[in-house]
């Protein structure tokens, strides 16, 4: 498909809230005479929108065969069957057929989708000649069912009542939902580019879209502001149903309207179902499929709602609610509901869930929040395949994208072959999120006016649709499309050719590397920003997530593994960090000496080009500096084996080397973005805890960087001369904050040596981190668990402890909603190595189910207060060298 001819005339000054930028003739330009256009009697409005793009290309034509015509419509319609064209396969789903017969051009589609996009693609080869195509036989369908993008209706920090994912839909929070112009622009990208569905992201949209009559107590919205928005969303899906594209509303569980919640004495997030919150889910379900039947659902049975809930929630509120809006609607036939198998026991959800409702598509991370390699394999690989063989359509959600923000990507042969995996693994759908979510329609980049992300990303958009239709296109091929695609925008071939090496040359950089080296693929990371010495020779301390290497990585080694068998002299397996690091280094060198290249030759969007350049210098340099502190890192654990101080000699000048790329790095990207990450909330704690308002951009981190190259000197100078000890008793008692624990699950304690750990019994503390003694806290039955119901005096933290590995059924690391503060934190007898994990909560009523299991509640700390990770020397015992201390 040829795309945005007009990309290079109109620049930024035409380029509004979402800043689309695509190929459209003249509007309401009539066909050429020359060519009749005839579609089918009662043809969709789908097939009509269609039509109408082929007429605007044919528009343009001066010297089309005489009697020439188009036939357009689906294979079985009168009009195309006496052409008596081949028949499509069984089941076939927006295939479509282009043929000329005679002096017709005949499309066929095998549906009205088949038939839209077979008069796009007719449109496109018309603008690409200038003349409908000579002999054309050509058949297409897509390998993906569903190929979709996402908006999140949601921001950078928490603003409605403290409550996660919860916002309003209103001008103030989201001004670009209302600008109809720039949503058609959006709409026709989407379509072009074969895209057929939308996700729309929120934690409780059910009362910006709906009025509940039966509820008028959870009306949150002025009834103006109300009414605008049902009018707005039922245009959005109309015109969005116009060109093929699905939308779907996604919501969290379980969340409730805070004025309803409030009004029943109900916090806004429950963890357990009740009465009240079923049947209030049930009815707004029900509303949502009556009011908007070209609209689907797309849940998160988790995050507040504790796991092992989550088949009940959906066979006893969500389905019973969409059956009900069926029944009103008079439908029989089951439209597809979307189900995350994220934060919640996907398995017994699908197996308590299918016998009632059959039409149930999964979703699942594609490589976690990043994106790590072109392949799955492990545990991630093996949960997809479940996925697939339990559910309709199995979607691959390209979620957040952590290790690429906040530079330029778009490395079309990584997109492409990651594509060809997914039907091999039984993957039938797409979820694309943008590369700076939170922050739509916006990229992070420092201009004025900003720039969308539609326009600067415009390879991310384009290369995704492209390959989710068909991946299996030819190499060759596909190189000269690209250079093409870069050539309109940058206004010579050359240009092209340099810049699309240089875009796959940087491509695999940050991917390959953040699995040999990152604590996690997950939002908590933000890889732009660098690592500390203590991430890198000490991961386990950070709570790394473990698929990042046993699933969304290539086989290879860590760099603690890594280092302990070239002490031992073992061969080593897979890729290594220091080789990929190396590769890495020279890839993104060569990137920048491409890009640098292409200036002579472009000579339109030179600011834009100029942006790119300085993303590739930011790439490199982040490269150079990863590999010397990588390198460094290595010598420090080496030191670790055999205490030869020329170790720590080499790692000095090794990390001396890392800061000073890091100073050049923050020379270079610092003033060309406003951030460098999306997420402003408390969840980024790699490489520092403290969230975006600590650490938003490389110029606050570079000082962190230059006081740890100046610890570590320090340590070192005393350890060498012998004046050095580690000194484990510098810990303080965590500051409190007070609690009400409601009669029922649990009872308050002491958390100190001697006290009993469990509620009935049970061992008894025989080891305490000094941070922990004297705490507050709430133990529980493990073999009863229940639900906590306690009343905090303001916002805070609440320390959960319990096995350090993270391997338990009460808590799932992967929903990275709890952070790891201590390590061997407390022991008994019979449980060695207790963790303390933190997760934030709201002043006032809250609740807590894990259900039944060995955890305790060790207090409640400020929500501000910021804990350094550390293992607790008092208590471990592995036997392995701890250095962090060098380093803090």
């Known amino acids: 498909m040829k795309k945005c001819t007009q990309w290079r005339s109109r620049g930024l000054a035409g380029l509004a809230v979402l800043g689309l930028v695509f190929l459209a003739a003249a509007p309401g330009a009539a066909a050429s005479p020359q060519v009749k256009v005839i579609t089918a009697k009662g043809a969709t409005p789908r097939e009509l929108w269609g039509v109408q793009q082929l007429r605007d290309a044919l528009a343009g034509l001066k010297n089309a065969p005489e009697g020439a015509r188009v036939v357009s419509a689906v294979r079985t319609a009168p009009e195309v069957a006496r052409f008596h064209l081949p028949e499509f396969w069984p089941q076939a789903q927006e295939a479509f057929l282009i043929k000329q017969v005679g002096e017709t051009w005949v499309v066929a589609g095998s549906d009205p989708s088949g038939v839209l996009y077979g008069e796009l693609e007719l449109a496109d080869r018309v603008r690409a000649a200038g003349a409908l195509p000579a002999g054309i036989d050509d058949t297409e369908h897509p390998t993906l069912k569903l190929r979709g993008a996402s908006i999140g209706m949601q921001k950078q920090e928490i603003t409605y009542d403290g409550a996660e994912y919860d916002y309003p839909y209103t001008p103030q929070n989201f001004p670009f939902f209302y600008d109809k112009a720039q949503w058609i622009k959006y709409l026709d990208m989407l379509a072009e580019e074969r895209y057929n569905t939308l996700y729309l992201w929120n934690g409780h949209p059910f009362t910006s879209l709906l009025k509940l009559p039966r509820y008028p107590e959870a009306q949150e919205l002025p009834t103006a502001q109300l009414d605008q928005n049902i009018a707005m969303f039922k245009w959005l899906t109309a015109e969005a149903d116009k060109r093929g594209i699905w939308v779907l509303q996604g919501f969290y569980n379980i969340h409730l309207s805070h004025t309803f919640a409030r009004a029943h004495h109900l916090p806004y997030h429950l963890s357990a179902p009740n009465p009240v919150a079923t049947a209030y889910t049930r009815y707004v379900i029900s509303e949502f499929v009556r009011e908007y039947p070209h609209a689907g659902l797309m849940m998160t049975l988790g995050e507040a709602l504790a796991p092992r809930y989550g088949a009940e929630w959906l066979t006893q509120a969500i389905i019973p609610g969409v059956k009900d809006g069926l029944k009103e609607l008079g439908q029989t036939t089951e439209p597809p509901i979307v189900v995350r198998a994220h934060a919640t026991q996907i398995e017994a959800v699908m197996k308590a869930a299918l016998p009632l409702y059959s039409n149930i598509d999964t979703m699942f991370k594609w490589n976690g929040e990043s994106l790590t390699w072109t392949n799955v394999r492990g545990p991630v690989r093996q949960r997809f395949q479940t996925l697939a063989a339990e559910s309709h359509v199995t979607i691959a959600n390209v979620h957040l994208l952590s290790d690429l923000e906040p530079f330029r990507w778009g490395d079309p042969d990584f997109i492409r072959e990651t594509l060809m995996n997914f039907p091999r693994i039984g993957i039938g759908g797409l979820h694309l999120y943008p590369l700076r979510y939170w922050d739509w329609p916006w990229s992070g980049d420092n201009t004025s006016p900003r720039l969308p992300q539609t326009y600067r990303d415009w390879i991310w958009f384009q290369a995704w649709g492209r390959y989710a239709w068909n991946p299996f296109r030819d190499p060759a091929k596909e190189h000269q499309y ?155 654990l080496l030191y670790g084996y055999d205490r030869d101080a020329a170790h720590l000699n080499q790692a000095e000048s090794l990390l001396a080397e890392s800061v ?55 340590r070192k100078a005393e350890l060498l001369s012998g004046k050095m000890k580690q000194d484990a008793g510098t810990a303080k008692p965590f500051p409190q904050v007070a609690f009400t624990l409601k009669p029922g699950a ?10 009993q750990l469990f509620e009935g019994g049970g061992p008894a503390i025989t080891s305490l981190a000094p941070e922990l003694d004297g705490m507050h806290g709430i133990r529980i039955s493990p073999r009863q668990g229940g639900t906590l119901d306690f009343t905090l005096s303001k916002p805070a933290q609440i320390l959960l402890g319990y096995e350090a590995s993270g391997k338990s059924s009460v808590l799932d690391p992967e929903t990275e909603q709890w952070n790891l503060l201590l390590l061997n934190a407390l022991s008994t007898r019979k449980t060695p190595g207790m963790a303390v994990w933190a997760k934030p909560m709201p002043a006032g009523a809250n609740e807590l189910d894990l259900g039944k299991g060995a955890y305790v509640v060790l207090g409640f700390i400020p929500a501000n207060h910021h804990v350094t990770p550390r293992v607790n020397l008092a208590t471990a015992g592995n036997g392995q060298a701890n250095l962090d201390w060098l380093f803090e």
């Open 482 to 636: 690209w250079v093409a695609q870069f050539a309109e925008r940058y206004g010579s071939s050359q240009a092209g050719e340099k810049l699309l090496d240089a875009y796959t040359l940087a491509g695999p950089c940050q991917p390959s590397l953040l699995p040999r080296i990152g604590i996690t693929e997950g939002n908590r990371q933000a890889f732009a920003l660098g690592m500390t010495m203590p991430q890198l020779i000490d991961p386990d301390r950070f709570n790394p997530a473990v698929t990042l290497w046993t699933g969304d990585g290539p086989p290879g080694e860590r760099l603690q593994q890594y280092v302990a068998e070239e002490v031992k002299h073992e061969p080593h397996h897979g890729q290594t960090p220091i080789g990929v690091s190396d590769q890495t280094v020279t890839a993104s060198r060569e990137a920048l000496a491409d890009a640098e290249a292409a200036a002579p030759y472009v000579t339109e969007n030179k600011a834009e080009y100029q942006r790119v350049v300085n993303d590739m210098r930011a790439i490199s340099l982040l490269m150079q500096f990863y590999n010397a502190e990588v390198k460094a890192a290595q010598q420090v």
């Open 660 to 714: 000073d790329d890091f100073k050049k790095l923050t020379a270079v990207a610092g003033p060309a973005y406003i951030t460098a990450t999306g997420m402003e909330t408390s969840q980024r704690r790699i490489p520092f805890p403290g969230g975006m308002k600590n650490f938003p951009s490389w110029q606050q981190c570079l000082p962190m960087y230059e006081k740890e190259l100046a610890t570590f000197r320090k």
């Open 746 to 755: 649990g009872e308050s304690f002491t958390v100190e040596k001697g006290a």
